[in-house]
T-cell receptor
Framework: KNQVEQSPQSLIILEGKNCTLQ??????????LRWYKQDTGRGPVSLTI?????NTKSNGRYTATLDADTKQSSLHITASQLSDSASYIC??????????????FGRGTQLTVWP | DAGVIQSPRHEVTEMGQEVTLRCKPI?????LFWYRQTMMRGLELLIY????????DSGMPEDRFSAKMPNASFSTLKIQPSEPRDSAVYFC???????????????FGDGTRLSIL
């Protein structure tokens, strides 16, 4: 069964500290992996998209890594800010022509940054 | 540039009533997606359109749910009759053209929070 598992479920860190969120998946075949940030009461916003051949991608203080062999991804946040408090969702895509081109969603990691 | 616009932002209605959610995608985007988000199940893809044509509706939970896209700038998601278990936040998203599953990000609206009493 295709699945996406995120850990931890929730995380509290102090402002200025770094943190790493994990995403493990079993989706196959694989097309790409996306990380989204979702603020409370808002829609998700895309942070990074990585294909099979990419193993690192950055977006400001956010750096995503992908190990397609072990089917693991991580999102590293550097020098956290209060505005980083949000839910971070990992989404894995299967290509068109298989499983009807579905998207597989993790349940998200709820990050809280304290001053 | 305007993002994806959804209306209404909040909807409260009684069980059995018809509910219509509306979405205006970003101009020029070829793909439109409808999602549902609940605490129990997280984000779920319900249906998506390419060039106004429904491509995959296998995520639509029941026949009570229907979606249309009469033109490139407007889509609706309808629930008739509504039930309390339909209570959720419904998101619409759009993305530029290109192969499905490619490198284009999806742009989400801020959702409609639906409560069925």
């Amino acid at each position: 069964k295709n699945q996406v598992e995120q850990s931890p479920q929730s995380l509290i860190i102090l402002e200025g500290k770094n943190c790493t969120l994990q995403c493990n998946y079993t989706v196959s075949p694989f097309s790409n992996l996306r990380w989204y940030k979702q603020d409370t009461g808002r829609g998700p916003v895309s942070l990074t998209i990585m294909t099979f051949s990419e193993n690192t991608k950055s977006n400001g203080r956010y750096t995503a890594t992908l190990d397609a062999d072990t089917k693991q991804s991580s999102l590293h946040i550097t020098a956290s800010q209060l505005s980083d408090s949000a839910s971070y969702i990992c989404v894995v895509s299967s290509p068109r022509g298989s499983t009807l081109g579905r998207l597989y969603f993790g349940r998200g990691t709820q990050l809280t940054v304290w001053p | 540039d305007a993002g994806v616009i959804q209306s209404p932002r909040h909807e409260v209605t009684e069980m059995g009533q018809e509910v219509t959610l509306r979405c205006k995608p970003i101009s020029g985007h070829d793909y439109l997606f409808w999602y549902r988000q609940t605490m129990m199940r997280g984000l779920e893809l319900l249906i998506y359109f390419n060039n106004n044509v429904p491509i995959d509706d296998s995520g639509m939970p029941e026949d009570r749910f229907s979606a249309k896209m009469p033109n490139a700038s407007f889509s609706t998601l309808k629930i008739q009759p509504s039930e309390p278990r339909d209570s959720a936040v419904y998101f619409c998203a759009s993305s530029p053209g290109g192969e499905w599953g490619g490198n284009q990000p999806q742009h989400f609206g801020d959702g409609t929070r639906l409560s069925i009493l």
